[in-house]
């Protein structure tokens, strides 16, 4: 009875019973508070003022703050375990580090003290989810099921409140702006799309179908160009690890390294022009404009070539009042300057974004940190030895922050505290920091059985 009460997403160790249930208890906690924090929020279906993003919340920092302390037992029951991880993610840790420590240079310490400090919990409830997963494909149902929820709780806001879920360019839903909703619905889509891949059973099927539709429609009223787009191309990509299972994995593995040298080339290329993404655009798009955003990638490259190397601190740039708001002392003649002041919050490129923050070596470092991620989970999930089920979490991991590298292009999200894509990142690199462990898991059968796969 005690087998099948005990969860697959953590297995029990032998000895006392009580303690690995009440372990499993607080990790599934954990892992319900985070995706309510990350998908719903404190504050949903309300707009923020500028003067509350530069003070922040503290109902905010209340639940990160329980997540947090909740982490921390987590990662002492599983202190071995996340001694490992942390040698292995060293690279992602020390990033962190260096925003932290980025106080010392900071245009505004005060910014940067709070906001790194959130980076920092954020990063330690992130790596006690990672540690407290001892079965893949119980953390894809999890966050399949999740993720489904949350979209249904967005299609019901809409349809109850479609004065505040509903803008003139798109739905929003619960979030401040239709590029959010855009992106849950393609992180929703993702890991919709590859839970089927390893689903077994057709009932499975053709629930994770109708779920697929709800997370798909969602993603169509957002009207978020950019979401869309790429979960178009992320179908592309995950039909890469399909392949894997019906033809073999040198061909795809062929493939990917042709892809992932094409992505290579692109990153050198637009490190060549000096990240200057205006010029980048106009070599592959008649717009060069890019709807208005040439102008403030302009802007951002100027602000960044100022502190190349160590950025202005980091959360020191946008949101420090109106007052010092950067594009407060703008002359008219652009649109930027006749925007009101404090709307504009990031430089819509995730690259530019992190170099304001943090300077171009630290973003070089964040761009490699992701690209080292994605190709581990890519080779894990074609070439181990791993259940079907185990690899399509992996795949679908591998798919996310392949469309990471690519979303940084028009937003910023690139090691941005709080953001949703990052929360979601941040577990996948953590996750697949400790892949070679979890992969030479097998769940009990009592505890598969209990699973809804």
Not at 64 to 75: D, E, H, P, R
Not at 143 to 163: E, H, K, R, Y
Not at 215 to 235: E, M, P, Q, V
Not at 274 to 299: I, M, N, P, Y
Request: with cysteine; glycine share 8%.
């Amino acid at each position: 009875m005690s087998e099948v009460a005990t969860p697959a997403l953590f297995n029990a160790p032998t000895g006392s019973k009580a303690v690995p249930d009440r372990r499993a208890g607080a990790h599934a906690v954990l892992l319900i508070g985070y995706l309510l924090y990350t998908f719903v929020g404190t504050h949903p279906l309300a707009d923020t003022s500028v003067g509350d993003r530069v003070d922040g919340s503290g109902l905010d920092r209340l639940v990160v703050l329980s997540l947090f302390l909740l982490s921390l037992t987590i990662l002492w029951a599983n202190r071995r375990a996340a001694m490992f991880c942390a040698l292995s993610s060293a690279p992602f840790l020390l990033l962190v580090a260096f925003s932290l420590f980025s106080i010392v240079w900071s245009d505004y310490p005060d910014l940067t003290l709070r906001r790194g400090a959130l980076l920092f919990l954020l990063t330690v409830i992130a790596m006690a989810l990672a540690i407290g997963i001892k079965d893949l494909r119980s953390f894809h149902t999890y966050l399949f099921v999740g993720l489904t929820a949350i979209v249904a709780i967005n299609l019901l806001a809409t349809a109850l409140a479609p004065s505040l879920a509903i803008t003139d360019i798109g739905v929003k839903g619960l979030y401040t702006q239709k590029n959010v909703a855009g992106i849950v619905g393609m992180i929703a889509v993702v890991i919709g799309a590859t839970w089927i891949q390893g689903a077994d059973r057709p009932r499975s099927v053709y629930l994770g179908l109708v779920a697929l539709v709800l997370a798909a429609f969602f993603l169509f009223i957002t009207r978020s160009k950019t979401s869309i787009n790429l979960t178009i191309l992320a179908l592309g990509v995950n039909g890469v690890f399909v392949l894997a299972e019906l033809l073999g994995g040198r061909f795809v593995l062929f493939v990917l390294f042709i892809c992932l040298m094409l992505l290579a080339a692109l990153f050198s290329t637009f490190a060549a022009i000096d990240f200057d993404l205006a010029k980048a655009v106009e070599l592959v798009f008649t717009d060069a404009s890019f709807t208005g955003r040439d102008e403030l990638w302009a802007f951002a490259h100027k602000a960044a070539s100022q502190r190349p190397w160590l950025g202005h601190g980091y959360g020191a740039f946008w949101d420090v009042g109106l007052v010092n708001d950067p594009l407060a002392k703008l002359e008219p003649g652009t649109w930027l300057a006749d925007v009101p002041v404090g709307t504009i919050n990031q430089a819509h490129n995730g690259y530019l974004e992190l170099w304001l923050h943090l300077g171009l070596p630290a973003t070089i470092v964040a761009t490699l940190i992701v690209m080292q991620g994605l190709v581990s989970a890519a080779w894990r999930a074609i070439a181990s030895s791993g259940s079907r089920q185990a690899r399509a979490m992996l795949g679908g991991l591998a798919t996310l922050l392949f469309l990471y590298l690519f979303h940084n292009f028009t937003e910023a999200t690139l090691f941005m505290r709080g953001s949703v894509f990052f929360n979601v990142i941040m577990v996948a690199l953590l996750v697949v920091s400790r892949a070679d462990d979890l992969l030479l898991v097998r769940p009990r059968r009592a505890a598969s059985r209990a699973q809804f796969r």
